[in-house]
């Protein structure tokens, strides 16, 4: 129930690692230089510094009133070319890399067999040698997922499926296995977590993907089924058994498909919403034992269950019914190559990487290993390697000023709220209720989470990796009737990203965010209230955005809104879903703006925020008249902007707008901007100017 934050890179983690790892070489090499110059990058004891506004990233040939985005990024888009193992490029991303340089520096270190590791560095240690370990990878070829091919070889009957589709569940953490089944706290009642059972099974990264019927995504299908070819051959399949097991996959996920929920329609949560007994479950898929696939996860006696979109169990079951057993046994079989596929030898991973890279995202060329590896071990032993990461990386005057900063924020937030024109009392006292329950969690954990139950060895890195996957699949099973644990983290430290929780009602900003360029203590206020200020402001929003505000101060999802003031609400974010849908992503693709609006409301909010705040630290403490030629209503708003400057390969634009939330960042600035009069008055903007149009939406 995460709502993301400023980029999309926290909701690709998991799929990084599925889909060969996500972000970032640092294209420290120069422009031009051969991709092996772009190879000496290397490990860094220590985060760089930029400031949180620079000039050099600014186009000032461009009018700001024009275009602010290109004014205030343009020279950052110059000077900063897509690396190539990448498929964008922008100031998060560019942060993420320098963390991951850090990160990687630690491992190294830890990774050397010396006396003194405690067990958890022993642990994120052996991780990162396993996965560095490119000769033993190489020499092993498919044979480290043998095993699991051999489970699904072994099935006599459809009656062995619910205990081998759990074990292949646990050990691959991944929803792409028919459903996928875990924990969460329960809708009706945040105090209590129960199980969650929803829609899953697919290959590509959405169900429009498979019913779309455009030329382009016909194409996409028609390259999809050939990588799963490719796979089935490369398990040493004949190429007439590779082709006909392949059509066997894309008819299944269609199906699935077919059954499975839009992303739009899953961001109402009453859509979600379906409270179901073992046999509710049961009956909606008659030709799958449940009781047999619970114990095998260790869940007999459990009888409180979720059932997110319960269409999508009618369909799965038409499957498990109507096909035979040996195509559910290729079905599986191409999820458990899918999955493991970045851990095995060179031509699984180019394979992977050309259909879901390459042909998907644009990506020219795979990660150096070292990049995988820190990926690898952020996402499996993250708050041991974390725990590391901060002790050098935050300090204790660093999350003071943030939290200080949240306060204002959150001071501002009450005084727009009590003055809001079209929100009445009795709305208005169950929002502040609401505001006053956010809890703030800023760095890290106050506990770090233990990880000695679970096994690494140093030469098994798939062992590695399913291990870790089935430690955490149980670690929240285990939560299951348990009371809910509100110290926790669904972020880890070294992220950089932030998030809103509807169902904990808190706000998380790791470590990893609140660092330069995002946040300077070294420059002045104005652009780091723009910045920081914004994303504190947006992250509170998320709580009143159409998604949050259905939540209450304890996180249930009840209405709190009169019917008045609901319908005033739903016509100010017509306003919002109006403009952006009107935006070209990549050719004549626009926005989906039901899709992004959660997230366009949390910019719009965040910069009211931040605005407020800011005037109030103003004068408090007033800002120098002009830094750089710039009034402080400049910087503010510049510094706002820069921390979305960003280059994006088309491909990878086409995924976005098909399943990112957020709007490109080009519109998270123009859009918004355009939106606030403060704006047009700090670059003495004329009405009627692009970014100063005449009619502005109003919601907060
Ligand atoms: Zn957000």
């Known amino acids: ?69 290109q004014y205030s990024c343009g020279g950052w888009q110059k000077n900063n070319p897509i690396p190539a193992d990448q498929s964008s490029w922008d100031v998060y991303a560019k942060m993420a890399q320098d963390n991951r340089r850090v990160l990687w520096g630690i491992l190294d270190k830890f990774a050397l067999q010396t006396d003194g590791r405690t067990v958890s560095q022993q642990k994120i240690g052996d991780a990162f040698a396993a996965c560095m370990d490119d000769r033993l990878t190489q020499q092993l070829g498919a044979r480290p997922m043998q095993p699991e091919l051999d489970l699904i070889a072994g099935m006599k009957s459809k009656k062995d499926l619910p205990t081998v589709l759990a074990t292949l569940q646990l050990n691959s953490g991944d929803d792409g296995l028919f459903f996928s089944f875990g924990s969460a706290q329960d809708y009706a009642d945040s105090s209590r977590v129960i199980a969650f059972a929803s829609q899953g099974g697919l290959g590509l990264p959405d169900r429009d993907y498979y019913l779309k019927t455009d030329a382009k995504s016909k194409e996409l299908r028609d390259k999809y089924v050939a990588h799963v070819a490719r796979m089935f051959r490369l398990m040493g399949d004949s190429e007439d058994d590779a082709n006909a097991h392949a059509a066997t996959v894309m008819a299944m996920e269609t199906a699935l498909a077919k059954g499975s929920m839009t992303l739009v329609e899953q961001r109402d949560p009453r859509h979600l919403n379906h409270p179901a007994n073992e046999r509710r479950l049961q009956s909606l898929t008659p030709s799958f034992d449940w009781k047999t696939y619970l114990a095998g996860l260790g869940l007999a006696g459990n009888d409180r269950y979720n059932v997110s979109q319960p269409r999508f169990f009618q369909a799965l079951d038409v499957q498990l019914r109507t096909r035979r057993l040996d195509e559910i046994k290729t079905y599986l079989r191409w999820h458990v190559a899918h999955v493991s596929a970045p851990f095995l030898s060179k031509p699984f991973v180019d394979e992977n990487f050309e259909f879901f890279r390459h042909t998907l995202r644009g990506v020219t060329q795979v990660a150096p290993l070292w990049q995988r590896c820190v990926v690898l071990v952020d996402n499996q032993l993250g708050e041991a390697l974390g725990q590391e990461f901060v002790k050098e990386n935050f300090s204790p005057e660093l999350k003071a000023k943030t939290l200080h900063m949240t306060q204002q924020i959150q001071a501002a937030m009450e005084s727009e709220i009590r003055n809001l024109d079209w929100m009445g009392p009795q709305t208005k006292t169950k929002a502040l209720e609401k505001l006053h329950g956010i809890v703030n969690k800023i760095g890290y954990p106050d506990k770090w989470r233990d990880y000695s139950a679970l096994v690494i060895q140093r030469d098994d890195l798939l062992g590695n990796v399913q291990r870790g996957d089935a430690f955490e699949a149980r670690r929240q099973l285990a939560k299951i009737g348990k009371p809910v644990d509100h110290s926790e983290w669904g972020m880890t430290p070294p992220t950089v990203n932030a998030y809103y929780d509807a169902q904990m009602n808190d706000i998380n900003f790791p470590a990893g965010v609140l660092q330069p360029p995002l946040f300077d203590a070294k420059l002045d206020d104005a652009p780091n209230y723009g910045d920081t200020g914004g994303t504190i402001g947006h992250e509170l929003t998320h709580g009143f955005d159409d998604e949050g505000r259905q939540f209450d101060a304890k996180g249930n999802l009840k209405n709190w809104w009169t019917k008045k003031d609901a319908a005033e609400f739903d016509k100010r974010t017509t306003c919002l879903t109006d403009q952006y849908g009107k935006y070209i992503v990549v050719d004549d693709v626009h926005i989906n703006s039901k899709l992004t609006l959660g997230e366009d409301l949390a910019d719009f909010g965040g910069l009211v925020l931040a605005i407020i705040a800011w005037k109030a630290e103003a004068a408090a403490h007033p800002a120098p008249q002009s830094i750089d030629g710039f009034t402080p209503d400049q910087r503010f708003f510049i510094g706002m902007a820069q921390w979305a400057c960003a280059n994006e390969r088309p491909e990878q634009l086409r995924l976005q707008a098909a399943t990112n939330p957020h709007s490109p960042n080009v519109y998270r600035v123009n859009g918004l901007v355009a939106n606030f009069k403060e704006f047009e008055q700090a670059f003495s903007c004329k009405p009627g100017q692009p970014m100063a149009p005449v009619n502005r939406c109003h919601i907060w």
Do not use: W
């Open 1 to 69: 129930m995460h709502s993301t934050q400023k980029t999309l890179l926290a909701a690709l983690a998991a799929a990084a690692i599925a889909a060969a790892p996500a972000h970032a070489q640092n294209a420290a090499a120069e422009p031009g230089l051969p991709a092996s110059a772009a190879a000496a990058v290397t490990p860094l004891v220590k985060l760089p510094y930029t400031p949180v506004l620079d000039t050099r990233s600014m186009d000032t040939t461009v009018d700001p009133c024009v275009d602010f985005y």
